[in-house]
């Protein structure tokens, strides 16, 4: 049950405290072994011996099937994963063995499916500041928490419930992860997306809201029990410097199914509350957004005037920001991606994931990526940036097309936002930029991968795009780059989370590239 849990949700961190009571735990400064799956190896790290087992490179394939020409080096899926890591003491087994029960993989952010799971880092204790600027933060793709309501006239089971007097918990529940509950689960959770009015609906009898916005418990942890934890770690390093948490550090959740132009309520609800913490600080307000959430900070920046942003912006942190979209994302909404949920099929996972309007939203553009490339390598046909109609279309969801049209132009010309902004990201990890199947396309998995530099999730090209915004604004660009650091680890990472406390303090520079590998001070 818990595996299923932890192999679904971005940002989900397992919360051994507050589970198993606090005999069991492990910091980043006791890491007897550390255990990462990415992609397509597993990473074994023992800290005193120091052996990994990494990614296998494979010779470059023959030609490809292809009318557009070949596909270079690529680096392909190890057949067998290590058996067993090597530790150096006792008492690293029982981590180990936690680790491989619950599985260690993830739902991706910024309809990103993320694989890597740490256990959280313990806070060092930090010496409280005494300016606490304001910050509201913005969560990832499926990163803060949904919940329902049904009346529903009719069921897709008899165990479904019919009609709840009571609003429930749809975003993390634990229901969606039994075998005889995900097809309730995801009919609760769909979209209908019309395509005359180009606008998207809850399921038939569905009410869906967003619970707790202005505050950070719905992106601290996703599921009621504080098991699934996102911004946690951030929150509290917040805390531990003299911030507050539902008043000098607020969360601003959405509806992450939907995109911008369809969440015009959320957006006037986060210029209020924006507007409001000035008011009552008398300070500009930090923004931070995650992934996805990025997009929507820089669509709200971008749809406001000037002089509101000088007056009532201080400036925007930027964490992994997809800029020109992730290859990602074709191939969830083609062949779905459980990652390890041993009930749930590809097949079936993927009918969550083709609901959202966002997944369209986040394909790769022309910013990032010449108009050849090859992101999907299929026997019959390889898929370019100029191809996403007839990607739809074989694919047998001609409405992601239309969803497409509707949002590429929102945030796809990466118009500057006009604020300071401070952009950091990971580099330095393999990410997969094509995709390669055989003859059981779109029903089955990718048979192999192409990879270039990226976070694990985003390839660096999308992820560097921030750095054109310098000579398109006047206000100052700040770039970081994180070598060694996957998608989601960038929320928690004690580095990261020292220099958002610096920028908070109001020391601007940043340093052009920190390593954050295992060793690495």
Known sequence: MLSWLFSHAPGLRFNINAHFGSTLKATRNDRNVVVSFIHCAVIWTD???GTTARYKLSPPPAVLPSPRGDIGQHCSRPKERPRRAMVSTGKSWPLLTLGLLLGLHLHQTSCLWILNVLFPPDLKPQNQTIVTPPIIIVPGNLGNRLEAKVDKPQLVSWLCYKKTEFWFPLWIDLNMFMPIGVDCWIDNIRLVYDRTTRRSFNSPGVQVRVPGFGQTYPIEFLDNNNLAGYFHTMV?????????????????PYDWRLTPNENAEYLLKLKGLVEQMYSQYQQPI?????????????YFLN???????KKYIRG?????????GAVKVMRVMASGENDGIPMI??????EEQRMATTNPWMLPTEKAWPKDHVFLS????NYTGQDYQRYFKDINFEDGWYMWEDSKNLTGDLQPPGVEVWC????????????????????????????EDGDDTVDSRSMSLCKKWAGQQEEPVHVTEYRGLPHLDIVFNEKVLNQIQKILEGNSDIPKEVDVRYGQK
């Open 303 to 309: 749809n406001q005037p000037q002089a509101w942003k």
């Open 316 to 324: 925007f942190i930027s964490l992994a920001a997809p800029w020109g």
């Open 236 to 252: 509290q390093h917040l805390v531990n410097i003299g911030y507050t948490r539902n008043e000098t550090v607020r969360g601003a």
């Open 345 to 350: 099929s590809n097949i079936k996972i993927r």
């Open 424 to 451: 950091m990201y990971g580099v330095g990890i393999p990410t997969p930029v094509t995709n390669i199947y055989d003859d059981g396309y779109p029903n089955a998995d990718p048979i192999d991968y192409v990879y």
């Open 286 to 298: 930090y923004l931070l957004g995650h992934s996805m959430g990025c997009h929507y900070v820089l």
């Open 47 to 49: 800290s005193i011996e």
């Open 378 to 381: 299929t026997p019959n046909f």
